[in-house]
């Protein structure tokens, strides 16, 4: 990049969930800057395949965020390989959406472990060895949840609330140590897994009367927050939600005319 305060070149960045959608765009986004990225999913020929079309120094390493040890495999693989981990993007999510009183054990243990439990995870794995070299950043991506909850997603909202808090709990612990810990709250985002639902013409028009912008968010439009919460250009940032919505968080739309 021209600008080195913005510059993530040479960095090694770990980007779980990271076969499609938003972490498949952050990857991509790191990867033509000059970083080394690693990017880890549950389904090998997935993340192959994602890795070849990313192109740069990609390199696919399996990873299932809900297992302890396979994090730590992961961690292990990573370090031992490339030296280092300079940034941390936890990306990795799931969601089902249904009424509270449908909702079962098993379906909040599958949300929680994969959207909380898994980013705690490897935050601390992650983490553990930036405080032994005293430099490191990691990045969450949490959710237009974290600002109010949508009806119909509770286990959802309540993992992304979660990671919000924890962003700023590790903020705290880890700022003497030389590590910053921020987050990213996306809006309304165009993906192939969302696609079907953004095509629904009553939720498209919802979603541009509460979005400022009048438009759905793409994968790309993460690039340039993550970019700069990896970069120099926020040294002094730590403990942080960015909002990248489109405006989505500044208020509610009234069904009334203005005139």
Not at 16 to 45: M, N, P
Not at 63 to 74: E, G, N, T
Not at 230 to 237: I, L, Q, R, V
Request: proline fraction near 4%; glycine fraction near 10%.
């Amino acid at each position: 990049m021209s600008d080195e305060l913005f510059s993530v070149r040479e960095q090694v960045v770990l980007v779980s969930g990271a076969s499609r959608g938003i972490g498949r765009g952050i990857a991509e986004g790191f990867a033509q800057r000059g970083a080394t990225v690693i990017i880890t999913g549950r389904e090998k020929d997935s993340l192959e395949e994602t890795a070849k079309e990313i192109g740069g120094r990609t390199t696919p390493m399996v990873c299932d965020v809900s297992d302890a040890k396979a994090i730590d495999r992961l961690v292990d693989g990573a370090v031992k390989q490339f030296g280092r981990i300079d940034t941390l993007l936890n990306v990795a999510g799931v969601n089902r959406r249904m009424k509270a009183e449908h909702l079962t054990e098993a379906d909040y243990d599958f949300i929680v472990d994969i959207n909380l439990k898994g980013p705690f995870l490897l935050s601390l794995a992650v983490g553990r060895r930036q405080l032994e070299r005293k430099k490191g950043n990691q990045i969450n991506i949490v959710s237009l949840n974290n600002d109010r909850p949508l009806r119909g997603v509770m286990p959802y909202a309540v993992s992304k609330a979660g990671l919000g808090q924890m962003t700023r709990a590790l903020a705290m612990e880890w700022g003497p140590g030389g590590i910053r810990v921020n987050a990213i709250a996306p809006g309304f985002i165009l993906t192939d897994l969302t696609n079907k639902l953004w095509s629904q013409p009553v939720m498209k028009d919802w979603a541009m009367t509460n979005t400022p912008l009048r438009r759905l968010g793409v994968p790309a439009d993460m690039i340039g927050a993550a970019i700069f919460l990896a970069s120099d250009a926020s040294a002094f940032m730590t403990g942080q939600t960015v909002y990248v919505d489109g405006g989505c968080s500044c208020g509610n739309a009234w069904p009334i005319p203005l005139e």
